[in-house]
């Protein structure tokens, strides 16, 4: 099994930063991607931002979040700057995994709460 914990999530005034977190462990052979997805209430989750093969953004983000990854601790980060009020929501961690047992597959993480204050 893979588990991805969360961390950094919090409050803060817009025109503020945050920092949040995701180590992935567990019967982990490679990491192919992570990345980190938001939902706000009553809307579908969606995608911020993902590092794999290439980095994509979703445009409301460019230029203000840069994801980046440790691949010796199999940690994902999200600096996130200039927040806005629309920037809140729970933000999810996800990781496609290659696991020891020889399968794939796509894991989440618990979510951490993001609130952005006018």
């Known amino acids: 099994q893979v588990q991805l914990v969360e961390s950094g999530g919090g409050l803060v005034q817009a025109g503020g930063s945050l920092r949040l977190s995701c180590a992935a462990s567990g019967s982990i052979s490679s990491i192919n991607a992570m990345g980190w997805f938001r939902q706000a209430p009553g809307k579908q989750r969606e995608l911020v931002a993902r590092s794999g093969g290439t980095t994509n953004y979703k445009d409301s983000v460019k230029g203000r979040f840069t994801i980046s990854r440790d691949n010796a601790k199999n940690t994902v980060y999200l600096q996130m700057n200039s927040l806005k009020p629309q920037d809140t929501a729970v933000y999810y961690c996800?990781?496609?995994?290659?696991?020891?047992?020889?399968?794939?597959?796509?894991?989440w993480g618990q979510g951490t709460q993001v609130t952005v204050s006018s």
């Open positions: 996800n990781a496609d995994v290659n696991t020891r047992s020889l399968t794939r597959g796509v894991y």
